[in-house]
């Protein structure tokens, strides 16, 4: 933010960090982690590390005080939005199995076939299983995701019925197995809120399937509200990977910082788009300078 730089901008004249140097930086930073929407008791842990490291941190000589505390800030700032980009864990025997979850228009139909192209890309024969089976037009969204994306999609035969999709899951995996798809992306079901009956549902597929990756698909848009959904998922679910979706929109970034602290999961892939191709690995050193604005 421009308050940021001002500040650091006055730092720059001095010759060495006081603690009232310190705090004052702290001040700001905190003001461009609230503006970027990171949850309030996400940005006082922060401010706090923060504080903590630029008491101990020795007096550098090649780096004035404003360039130690903006180096700090953007070392802690791209640790705790996980370092190094994780990447996908692949089964040992194939196929590799991928849960979606996370809300309703959160962009988890959109990510399945995005993820699809994407290692379709890499030599991989992707299958989509359509497992929401709650809105009327998921399943039909799905196989125009997959024929756009040039992946199949396994999905309940019309006219059986709403389906189960617990055993719709199980049998995507063996059909998987047969034609040779060394990677299973599942599509669940999300609802507008949490929700105790789509949790059991998701839980049940996650039981049945046992999947080597559960992603959970947030709408970085959704800003505070990351964290009390992230937490339910967490709980109700359970993921190991985050998916941070409509980063084409102003949202700062900030729902990436509070997601990745409340829940201690790694983001691995951010959408930022309506197209398939919009779509890459998540850069933690790319969203640390985005929410530091
Ligand atoms: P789902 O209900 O979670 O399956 O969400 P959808 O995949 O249907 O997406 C909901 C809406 O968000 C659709 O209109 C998508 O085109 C749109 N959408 C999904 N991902 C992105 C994105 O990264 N950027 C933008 N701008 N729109 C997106």
Known sequence: SDRLTSVLQNLRSKGRLT????????????IALLE????????????????????????????????????????????????????????????????????????KTTLAGKLARWLRNQ??????????LQRPNAVTQLQVVGERAGVPVFAPEPGNGVGDPVDVARRAIEEGKRAQH????IDTAGRLGV?????KQAAD??????PDEVLFVVDAMIGQDAVTTAEAFRDGVGFSGVVLT????????????????????????????????DFDAFHPDRMASRILG
């Open 36 to 107: 970027a929407d990171v949850a309030l008791p996400v940005v006082r842990d922060f401010i706090a590390q923060i504080k903590q490291r630029a008491k101990g941190a020795e007096v550098s000589a090649a780096l004035n005080p404003a360039q130690q505390v903006v180096k700090i800030v953007n070392e802690e700032l791209i640790g705790i939005l996980g370092g190094e980009t994780r990447r996908l864990q692949f089964a040992k025997q194939p196929p590799t199995v991928i849960m979606l979850a996370g809300l309703q228009g959160s962009g």
């Open 19 to 30: 603690d009232a140097d310190i705090d004052s930086t702290a001040r700001e930073i905190r």
């Open 246 to 277: 409509k980063l084409d929109g102003d949202a700062r970034g900030g729902a990436a910082l509070s997601v990745r602290h409340v829940t201690g999961q790694p983001i691995m892939f951010a959408s930022n788009g309506e197209k398939l191709e």
């Open 195 to 199: 929700d105790e009956e789509l949790m």
């Open 123 to 132: 030599n991989h024969a992707p299958m989509l299983v359509a497992c929401d």
């Open 182 to 185: 060394d990677v299973v992306i």
């Open 205 to 210: 597929i996650r039981d049945a399937v046992q």
